[in-house]
């Protein structure tokens, strides 16, 4: 074991229960403990550990930093709870942050002190996100904001949104009007409403509608009208990474049945699918982090969103129909498989992620 | 708070960095550039569809053993240089061109012999690119059916049948009772008779078929792949020049959200072979067995080379249906090495036992 993995284990052993290992699925639900390990882990660099030592890293290479975030998913290791502030929003305000916003936003963010929530969708603009509406005008030194944003996460439980606006109505392409703005969720004008959802354990998406939400023009995060690029760069550091977290969640699903000595023939082979998949997902993941390394821009890493979703998705099937009756009396297995439906929804929709495929990768002609 | 167990950590290595070999290495790349080039202009789809009418082209096999292909990826006790990696990245490239040579088989039977385990009194088996082989797996009857044994002069023999799996090699010489050339001429089918066969024995002191396979298997996944990739690529050549309903097909969702899936099954057998080949070349020293890899990879590459030349015939509509149309070609090479060392289905089912035994 490299250097780097023995200090990340002493880190684990210090930072997580005895039991830990024992009783993951019971930590799973504990939102303290959850909490306490985002901050242990900024606090001793392991949270981003390729970042700045003051910024929840320790400046470790890109590849010692993926070994640590692959032993930190085998471990199950607690989930950072505002997943979208440490995985998107951090890396956008690093990049595009004005030194002010850096100061004040960074911190709370990375410890999980402030969460944020990301205002895209909207009810017309789904995965036509370049079509949104929500319009900012500004009026001196404040931005003035209308319009309404869906399907936006946690919005309820978060102070801070960044929010795409359209700034210049005109523009020749619709991708070149759009900017981002900071917006604190506490503005007058800002109203909030949680949408019921299909399953417990998917995370709160609400409705927010702005009305008049003056925001001041300081909080403009890049350039104007350069929201699209915002947005695809913030998104770029989870995007590279999150096949991390789904070729472990894929196996996962599957263990139980492993300790299964009764499954069919049938029932064999549809897991040794779910297991080529799973490590397909690890391989081609790991082919694009080697390919970036060495100065490429690797094609497959397009499969991997269409790979992973689809495949935890059978996981959670599998999960269910091989235990047959019984599956139905174990609440977790069917709220995996619901929480599973929308692996193929967000993110990118598995018809756009084809679309992304026979377009830039294969070089098919757009429809559009 | 106090310390979990350091134990659970350092049982299994999770250090990525152990698969560097995933991604070619701008020597390897080039490698295999140098092999597309080769081979695709000395055979491709013609040359294929020549066998439909004439023998196998055998007298070119001369160029393949000066361009020494069949060694590559073998140890040099072998004879050979480089490691599996490197005949992976060969065979791959190999697939647009078609071969109807038995370079496939050859390299198959040579890699089994390699990761065998050196016989008792410790010399290592020496081979020639000159003389073609092929692997046959014996686990019934003394009637052997092996992929392109027509024109084989050895065949590594792998008996299954026992406690020890046993690898011995012998002289194909009068052996061959039938060819059968109805799926693919290019590469035939032969039945061998194993009572006419001299065999000696390189090798016994395994247990694990499995991981006796694990090169083999991996091997024929790199050619699947390679075929299924080629199907595709000439698959979007097509969509991309024919028109109907006043655009090109590629356009039109149906055509295009097929591909895409094409273009994740391949893709997906090709990480797999890949990975399968950096463990058998780093020799256990991952957290996955090659065995389960080769499994996986053999099954992936099976799924991705079958869908695939289906695909290209979809694609083509009518014309996909002719002889003269190349896709029925890699769709004949792609279901002649479906079935041979394991279906797909057989391969899944195999691989999760494995993972199964591991898990305990």
């Known amino acids: 074991m490299s250097d780097v993995l023995a200090a ?18 019971h930590y799973r639900h504990d939102d303290h403990l959850r909490t306490e390990f985002q901050v242990a882990s900024f606090e001793a660099g392991w949270l981003v550990p390729d970042w700045e030592p003051g910024l929840g890293g320790q400046g470790l290479s890109s590849g010692d930093a993926l070994a640590v975030r692959v032993e930190g998913a085998r471990r199950r290791v607690p989930k950072i709870h505002n997943v979208q502030g440490v995985g998107v929003v951090a890396p956008g305000l690093r990049r595009f942050g004005t030194p002010a916003q850096q100061d004040r936003l960074l911190r709370p963010v990375l410890r999980g002190d402030e969460w944020w929530a990301l205002g895209m969708s909207e009810p017309g603009s789904g995965s036509d996100l370049a079509s949104l509406r929500t319009q900012a005008r500004r009026e001196g030194d404040v931005f003035v904001v209308n319009g309404s944003k869906i399907w936006t996460t946690q919005a309820r439980e978060s102070r801070w949104a960044t929010l795409y606006v359209r700034t210049d109505p005109d523009a020749a392409r619709p991708h070149a009007g759009i900017s981002c703005l900071i917006l604190d969720l506490r503005s007058p004008g800002v109203d909030v409403r949680p949408i019921p959802r299909a399953a417990q354990s998917v995370d709160a998406f609400c409705e927010v509608f702005l009305d008049d939400v003056r925001i001041p023009a300081d909080n403009l995060l890049g350039p104007l009208n350069g929201g699209w690029r915002v947005a695809s760069e913030s998104l770029e ?51 694009t982090v080697f390919g970036r390394l060495s100065g490429r821009d690797p094609d497959e890493f397009f499969i991997l969103k269409l790979l992973g979703s689809e495949a935890a998705q059978r996981a959670t099937r599998f999960a269910m129909e091989s235990t047959g009756v019984d599956g139905l009396l174990d609440a977790q297995l069917m709220e995996d498989r619901v929480e599973s439906l929308g692996a193929t929804i967000y993110g990118g929709t598995s018809e756009v992620q084809r679309n992304i495929i026979g377009e830039r990768v294969l070089g098919l002609p757009r429809d559009r | 708070m106090s310390a979990v167990s350091t134990t659970t950590a350092s049982r299994v290595h999770t250090d990525p960095s152990r698969w560097r070999d995933l991604v070619d290495s701008d020597e390897r790349a080039e490698f295999a550039a140098s092999v597309r080039a080769h081979l695709g202009a000395r055979f491709g789809p013609d040359a294929a569809r020549a066998c439909f009418d004439a023998a196998q082209p055998a007298e070119a096999w001369r160029e393949i053993a000066a361009a020494d292909y069949p060694v590559i990826g073998l140890p040099e ?94 002289d194909v010489s009068d052996a061959v009772t039938a060819v059968h050339r109805h799926v693919d001429p290019g590469r035939p089918t032969a039945v ?51 028109e109907q309903f006043g655009k090109r097909i590629g356009a039109f969702q149906g055509i295009k959200h097929r591909l895409a899936d094409v273009y994740v099954a391949v893709e997906r057998a090709r990480s797999l072979t890949r990975a399968a080949a950096v463990a058998l070349a780093s020799d256990g020293t991952s957290d996955l067995s090659a065995a389960e890899l080769a499994l996986l990879a053999k099954a992936a590459a099976t799924d991705a080379a079958v869908d695939s030349t289906r695909a290209y015939v979809q694609v083509l509509g009518a014309m996909g249906m002719t002889f003269e149309a190349d896709a029925h070609l890699y769709f004949r090479r792609a279901q002649q090495t479906a079935p041979f060392l394991g279906s797909a289905a057989d391969c899944y089912r195999a691989a999760a036992l494995v993972r199964r035994e591991d898990h305990r």
């Not at chain 2, 109807?100 to 088989?105: F, G, I």
């Not at chain 2, 692997?135 to 084989?152: C, I, K, S």
Request: net charge negative; no cysteine.
């Open chain 1, 8 to 25: 990340y284990d002493r880190f684990l052993g210090e930072a997580l229960p005895e039991d830990y290992a024992a009783r993951v699925d």
């Open chain 1, 237 to 287: 550091h989870e995007r590279d990474m999150i096949w991390v977290n789904n070729w472990v969640e894929i196996a996962q699903a599957v263990e139980p049945a492993l300790r299964r000595p009764d499954l069919g023939d049938d029932a064999l082979t549809e897991l040794g699918r779910i297991l080529a998949d799973a490590e397909a997902v690890r391989f081609t993941g790991l082919r």
């Open chain 2, 77 to 170: 006790a072998m004879g050979g240089a480089g490691s599996i990696v490197d005949a992976v990245a060969m065979v791959e490239a190999a697939g647009p061109a078609l071969v109807p040579l038995p370079l496939v088989s050859t390299v198959t039977a040579w890699q089994t012999v390699a990761h065998a385990g050196r016989p008792s009194e410790g010399r290592a088996y020496e081979v020639s690119s000159e003389r073609r082989a092929a692997l046959a797996v014996v686990d019934g009857t003394d009637e052997l059916v092996v992929l392109d044994g027509a024109l084989a002069d050895e065949v590594v023999l792998v008996d299954v049948r026992g406690a020890a799996v046993r690898v011995s090699v012998a």
């Open chain 2, 192 to 242: 061998l008779d194993r009572t006419r066969l001299s065999e000696t024995v390189l090798a016994d002191g395994r247990t694990d078929v499995d991981a006796v396979l694990a090169p083999a298997r991996t091997v024929l996944a790199a050619d699947l792949t390679g075929v299924g990739a080629t199907a595709l690529d000439r698959a979007v050549r097509h969509a991309l020049e024919r």
